[in-house]
């Protein structure tokens, strides 16, 4: 066929006429081929005329296509099936990071690895666990699931350990959210979520947020579009550092309970935070799942994250599981159970949580006594407020620095640069001078 697709041809290949329909039976047809990359799309009232449907149905059946980054173009100008992939691809992240030598990267808001803790005496026990290269799927080891249990802010039904906080919400998401739902998510926040989102094809539904985290009025405006799920980060904010305090808790609970929305917590920082965890899940615990992850802790290597839910929950989460890889190495549940109940590793993380809260707040003072004021919070990173990010980038690029765009973090305009401070060991007045003058135009 040509370049140019025309309505009809298009119109008799498509049998279910709702938007859903619509955008499924389109999408089948460019990953089979029959609408090769580069092909023209009718125009909307066209393909709506032979459909027998009214164009806004085909105006959403296109939106949901734009999202999965299946279609590109709009209005006059027309739309294409586009060239960008079919293989998903974390956009938002793929796009930072891999600096030269001679740059300072603050691009990475990850554990310093000077400050994890060591891992051979944990995996040598993990070695004398029970059970160990059965291919019988587990949930969870019993000395992890012990191990976790007295910290744990409720007591769910149900806890499963997981390839890594991120694999953990990926997977939650693909097993309980469907293609096309609304998802509500603070603003702003982790990019990697972002990217999660954005491969779903979900309609992401920004909350936003202040010091004391998402903001009740804001959530109950995001509510009245029916969200699947509101996805949030309540221990410590992985871009601004801020922790929900207990009262925001409540009264963001207050708005939920008007709702059956899944609420989905991402505890990505763990220990990192020197706060107590906070959750939902003792006043909502058939709909929340609570993620919690050990990589920035005790090291990204172990891979390991454990979730909460209820048994339901946890059943259909693991039954998506069932189509790779089923179950999590136990030799890594029971290492990462020996570092919890360790002492020593006990004493380290918390003296990389003071070292880490050092560096962030270096940074803050030295900014601050050039004009530029942060929030204060804790972590690994500080978000910068400025006047033009790509000012900004070009600035500090300029003087070979590097930071992430604060667009990478939000679906709605920014005005920040997030500057990761875990590896910061000095320098703190050189990058906080260079950030002053990036700071305004």
Same mark, same amino acid.
């Given at each position: ?97 891999? /600096? ?53 802010? /409720? ?200 070292? /880490? ?26 978000? *910068? ?17 590097? *930071? ?38």
């Amino acid at each position: 066929m040509s370049d140019i697709c025309e309505a009809r041809w298009l119109a008799e290949r498509i049998t279910n006429k709702t938007i859903r329909g619509i955008a499924l039976e389109t999408s089948a047809l460019v990953r089979a081929g029959v609408l090769p990359v580069g092909t023209r799309l009718p125009a909307m009232r066209d393909l709506a005329y032979e459909l027998g449907v009214s164009p806004a149905t085909i105006s959403e059946a296109w939106s949901e296509l734009r999202q999965q980054k299946i279609i590109s173009g709009r209005g006059r100008n027309g739309t294409w099936v586009c060239a960008e992939r079919f293989v998903a691809k974390p956009e938002r992240l793929a796009s930072a990071g891999h /600096y030269g030598a001679n740059v300072l990267d603050l691009s990475m808001a990850v554990p310093d690895q000077a400050l994890l803790p060591p891992l051979a005496k944990a995996m040598v026990y993990a070695t004398s666990v029970g059970d160990l290269n059965s291919y019988a799927r587990s949930r969870i080891v019993p000395e992890l699931r012990d191990a976790i249990a007295g910290d744990w802010p /409720y007591e769910p039904e149900a806890f499963l350990a997981i390839n890594g906080g991120y694999n953990g919400v990926y997977t939650t998401l693909r097993a309980l959210v469907r293609p096309g739902s609304v998802v509500a998510v603070e603003h702003p926040t982790a990019m990697r979520l972002l990217d999660i989102l954005e491969d779903l094809g979900v309609k992401i539904v920004p909350v936003l947020s202040d010091t004391e985290g998402p903001l009740p009025a804001s959530l109950s405006q995001a509510l009245a579009e029916r969200p699947a799920a509101f996805l949030f980060q309540p221990r410590l904010h992985s871009v601004t550092g801020q922790t929900v305090t207990l009262q925001r808790i409540e009264a963001l609970g207050d708005v939920l309970a008007e709702s059956d929305t899944l609420i989905i917590e991402d505890d990505g920082l763990a220990d990192i935070s020197a706060e107590r965890p906070v959750s939902l899940g003792k006043r909502f615990p058939d709909r929340t799942v609570r993620i919690v992850s050990f990589s920035k802790t005790l090291g990204p290597d172990l891979r390991l994250a454990v979730l909460s839910g209820s048994a339901s929950i946890v059943e259909q989460i693991q039954s998506y599981r069932a189509f790779s890889a089923g179950w999590t190495s136990r030799v890594l549940q029971a290492a990462v159970a020996w570092l919890i109940r360790d002492e020593e590793t006990s004493q380290i993380v918390a003296a990389a949580r003071a070292t /880490y809260q050092e560096r962030r707040d270096t940074l803050a003072r030295e900014l601050r006594e050039r004009g530029v004021q942060t929030m204060p919070g804790s972590g690994l990173c500080l978000w *910068v407020p400025v006047q033009s990010e790509p000012f900004a980038m070009v600035t500090l690029a300029a003087r070979n620095i590097a *930071v992430v765009s604060g667009n990478k973090f939000s679906i709605l305009p920014s005005a920040h640069i997030r500057v990761a401070t875990s590896k910061l060991t000095s320098g703190h007045a050189q990058v906080a001078e260079a950030i002053a003058l990036a700071h305004v135009i």
